[in-house]
């Protein structure tokens, strides 16, 4: 069980991270800036920090398909991640804040709410 549980929740990083680089490189590429490893890295950090930290409050290897730590897991990672734009001396405006936390917000719990719905359709033919 406990092998399962932290399977589970690697995948579940994993996919967060990729939610998180894909929103970063859509940005880029609409922005004209390059999209290579670099530039997504650097773009990125504040974000992965900002979901690392929603992980570790939220504890969210112990529940990481759930939707309360998922919650947690976007308003940090768009909250931190912002914050840690304005030190980086990054871009926060108003507009790039709405659209950071909408489309993070559909990739976090969109993967989430499709495991849900594949598992119920696995249990329930």
């Given at each position: 069980?406990?092998?399962?549980?932290?399977?589970?929740?690697?995948?579940?990083?994993?996919?967060?991270?990729?939610?998180?680089?894909?929103?970063?490189?859509?940005?880029?590429?609409?922005?004209?800036?390059?999209?290579?490893?670099?530039?997504?890295?650097?773009?990125?950090?504040?974000?992965?920090a900002?979901?690392?930290?929603?992980?570790?409050?939220?504890?969210?290897?112990?529940?990481?398909?759930?939707?309360?730590?998922?919650?947690?897991?976007?308003?940090?990672?768009?909250?931190?991640g912002?914050?840690?734009?304005?030190?980086?001396?990054?871009?926060?405006?108003?507009?790039?804040?709405?659209?950071?936390?909408?489309?993070?917000?559909?990739?976090?719990?969109?993967?989430?709410?499709?495991?849900?719905?594949?598992r119920?359709?696995?249990?329930?033919?």
């Amino acid at each position: 069980m406990r092998r399962r549980r932290a399977s589970a929740a690697l995948l579940a990083g994993v996919v967060d991270v990729a939610a998180i680089a894909v929103f970063v490189a859509i940005g880029r590429s609409a922005h004209g800036h390059v999209v290579d490893l670099a530039g997504i890295a650097s773009t990125a950090w504040p974000f992965l920090a900002g979901a690392a930290t929603g992980w570790l409050v939220a504890r969210a290897w112990r529940r990481p398909t759930a939707a309360a730590p998922a919650v947690v897991i976007w308003f940090s990672c768009v909250g931190v991640g912002m914050v840690l734009r304005v030190v980086a001396g990054q871009g926060t405006a108003a507009a790039f804040i709405g659209v950071a936390a909408g489309f993070l917000g559909l990739e976090l719990f969109g993967w989430r709410l499709l495991g849900a719905l594949a598992r119920r359709r696995r249990t329930n033919p």
